[in-house]
């Protein structure tokens, strides 16, 4: 249920932080979309007002009246300035249209006519008069555009350009009146009228750009959603449940099998998880049985101590009772050892995984460690030699990648080990081989070397066949060395010598650097 609910949280996340994208992203498109015809509109009626002012520049350079003839003639002899607008008309300054370049057409024979037509023509102006005042009626009476337009004449105050936007059916028109100024009087106004189709096509194309690239980004967006629930929000819940599979103890449930052949980063911190699992797994067995094992080692001391005192309070013999406070003293002994080196063990083993590893020279190891030993008592007293054999050099030094306190470490257990069996006067064999890839460490004494045909079973912690001298030892060296040469990607074993008649012979590999 937790599964579900996380990644649902993300994606839901994910959903409402890309809603808040596209609503912000949507809110200035929609401010974008609404200044576009109006920018558009601007840029007409500037064009416009330019017009405006240089139609009053040519009226008053040319002394035209303004009047209904005079402009007549005037629209008639420079119509080419207004050829690409759609409609120029001017209005006196009561709102009355007195010139129209829409109606310039009925005029034209005018100017074809012979004068036999001329006598027609009167009769014809005074028709074009008619229609000339009938088509004014309709200019200012027809639909509420002209009403209003004379209204917005009668109400202008100012010298600003007035725009309007007038829709015919799928036309859109931009009317622009402005003053007609001549000698610094306004004599009229002068309504431009243009059809600008072209801004709505505009506006159209950019709405629909928009709206394409925000369906290709919704698809994109879509896609990723799939792939991320797909490939990474789901992997994740598998991750999750094999956690909460682990720690519940139920290995039915959470397998992660089908990730660890990925080779995404998905795949690489399953591979992770995987064997950090395995490692906690692995060290919680290892501390579980050592801790029977401790709890075992000690029973047998503890039932030697009970029954050592109970036989040492019953006792008068004075004889007797030394030999048993010396097994107490043994047991204690004993006890005190085990106790001590599984503490050691335990915090060298939660140490290993911090300490970093560097370069070492296993010479400069050697020297250090057969140095502590030449002054320690048990040397000293069986008169004990060191002696160190070199092979395969070449002049060269034997470097290896590791951790220098516990090498030394396996070093001196394994040299305390061969002291410690080793009869007087003695000589401990140290051999150095190598080669491409591999260090090879032998360490030889003259004791009396292992009566087991399976040798790796002294290497178990706390294994059962001991010395004599038990109480100086814990059987956890071995273990110890056995770990650590294993975290460095080594092997340890132990076998009786072939080149003497007794003694043991372990042999340690460990891979070279540089």
Do not use: C, W
């Not at 949507?26 to 109006?38: A, E």
């Not at 402005?178 to 009228?193: D, F, K, Q, S």
């Not at 967006?221 to 909460?244: H, S």
């Amino acid at each position: 249920m937790k599964l579900v609910k996380s990644s649902s949280s993300i994606l839901r996340k994910f959903l409402v932080f890309n809603f808040f994208i596209f609503l912000f992203l949507g809110s200035l498109t929609f401010f974008y979309l609404s200044g576009i015809q109006p920018n558009l509109v601007k840029q007409r009626m500037e064009k416009h007002t330019i017009i405006i002012n240089n139609t009053s520049n040519h009226l008053e350079r040319l002394s035209i009246e303004f009047n209904k003839d005079s402009l007549k003639n005037f629209l008639l002899s420079t119509r080419f300035l207004f050829q690409n607008l759609e409609r120029v008309q001017f209005y006196n300054t009561a709102g009355d249209l007195i010139a129209d370049t829409n109606v310039l057409d009925l005029d034209q024979s005018v100017f074809t006519k012979t004068e036999i037509v001329m006598e027609q023509e009167i009769k014809s102006n005074d028709t074009k008069k008619t229609i000339d005042q009938e088509s004014l009626k309709n200019n200012f009476n027809t639909g509420s555009n002209e009403n209003n337009l004379k209204e917005i004449i009668n109400s202008k105050k100012n010298d600003d350009p007035t725009v309007l936007e007038v829709k015919e059916g799928d036309n859109l028109f931009i009317k622009t009146l402005g003053n007609a100024n001549i000698n610094g009087e306004v004599v009229g106004y002068i309504l431009v009228t243009e059809q600008t189709n072209e801004i709505l096509t505009a506006v159209e194309e950019r709405k629909n750009f928009i709206i394409r690239t925000v369906l290709a980004i919704a698809i994109v967006i879509l896609i990723f959603l799939i792939f991320l629930n797909r490939y990474i929000l789901k992997p994740i819940g598998g991750l999750v449940a094999y956690t909460e599979s682990i720690k519940a103890k139920d290995e039915s449930i959470g397998k992660i099998e089908k990730f660890l052949s990925r080779s995404d980063e998905l795949g690489l911190l399953s591979r992770s998880l995987n064997n950090m699992t395995k490692d906690l797994q692995y060290r919680t067995q290892k501390a579980e049985n050592s801790s029977a094992d401790l709890a075992h080692e000690i029973r047998n001391p503890l039932a030697s101590l009970k029954g050592a005192s109970e036989l040492l309070d019953n006792t008068t013999d004075k004889i007797e009772r030394t030999k048993l406070i010396k097994l107490l003293s043994h047991d204690v002994e004993r006890i005190e050892r085990l106790i001590t080196d599984y503490s050691q063990m335990l915090k060298d083993e939660a140490s290993l995984s911090r300490e970093k590893m560097k370069i070492l020279d296993i010479n400069n190891l050697l020297k250090n460690v057969i140095d502590e030993f030449n002054n320690t008592n048990a040397v000293i007293e069986k008169n004990i030699k060191f002696l160190i054999n070199r092979k395969n050099l070449n002049g060269g030094r034997l470097q290896i990648l590791g951790i220098e306190n516990r090498l030394e470490q396996v070093l001196a257990n394994l040299l305390d080990n061969a002291v410690s069996f080793s009869p007087k006067n003695s000589t401990i064999i140290i051999d150095v081989d190598s080669n491409k890839e591999i260090l090879l460490l032998k360490i030889k004494d003259l004791g009396p070397g292992f009566n087991e045909i399976n040798t790796e079973k002294i290497f178990k912690r706390f294994y059962s066949n001991r010395p004599e001298k038990f109480g100086e030892h814990s059987g956890l060296g071995l273990n110890i060395v056995k770990s650590i040469v294993e975290m460095h990607g080594g092997k340890v074993r132990a076998i009786n010598r072939s080149d003497a008649k007794t003694g043991a012979e372990i042999e340690l590999q460990l891979p070279k650097r540089g």
